[in-house]
């Protein structure tokens, strides 16, 4: 039951958070490496929704935010934390990427774009504005990393016109690459 791996993970992981203690977060399936590994982390943040806990990744020597739903299971360790002065709260923008300095970006959507944006990333609504082309949308957003605007865009280029977003046009021109 996924369900009940993820609540029990979640528990898990508050638990480490009110101790401050390390965790392991067993069979971890990253998609930046593509692989599947144990991480030793120092746990010390988890969204309202429990879907994302920022951690102190002990192996990697930098924070990171973890998703609940890759975790097979956390293993609360005894030793409590030595890198609580590392600790740094990361920002999530709308497209769940992470980061310090956020790259803005403006683009123009047609009625298709807006409505899955709406749909599929709720968080962007709030940087949509109305254009002056009454079936067009203005979005202004600032994200942390270009690739989760990217895949987006990537997939409904011909719905979305790039008013100012260097980033995004270099991200598309790679990726055609």
């Known amino acids: 039951n996924v369900s009940a791996g993820k609540t029990a993970n979640a528990s898990s992981v ?3 958070i009110r101790e401050k203690r390390k965790a392991v977060f067993h069979g971890y399936s990253s998609s930046n490496s593509g692989e599947t590994a144990d991480r030793l982390v120092e746990p010390f943040d ?3 929704n429990y879907t994302h806990i920022t951690c102190y990744d002990i192996d990697k020597q930098r924070n990171a935010v973890f998703r609940t739903d890759r ?3 956390v293993e609360v360790k005894a030793e409590g934390w030595e890198y609580g002065h590392l600790h740094k709260q990361l920002k999530m923008d709308a497209f769940h ?15 298709m774009a ?3 944006l709406c749909e599929e990333y709720p968080e962007a609504a709030s940087s ?3 254009s002056d082309n009454s079936n067009m949308w203005i979005l202004d957003i600032e994200v ?6 990217g895949r987006f865009y990537l997939g409904l280029a011909g719905n979305i016109e790039i008013i100012n977003a260097p980033e995004l046009e270099e991200y598309a021109k790679n990726y055609i690459k």
């Open 144 to 149: 942390y990393k270009i690739n989760g605007l």
């Open 71 to 73: 975790i097979r299971n």
């Open 114 to 116: 807006k409505n899955l």
């Open 128 to 130: 949509l504005s109305a």
């Open 97 to 111: 990427m992470t980061g310090e300095v956020p790259i803005r970006a403006v683009l123009k959507l047609d009625m």
């Open 46 to 48: 988890i969204t309202t």
């Open 14 to 16: 508050l638990d480490a």
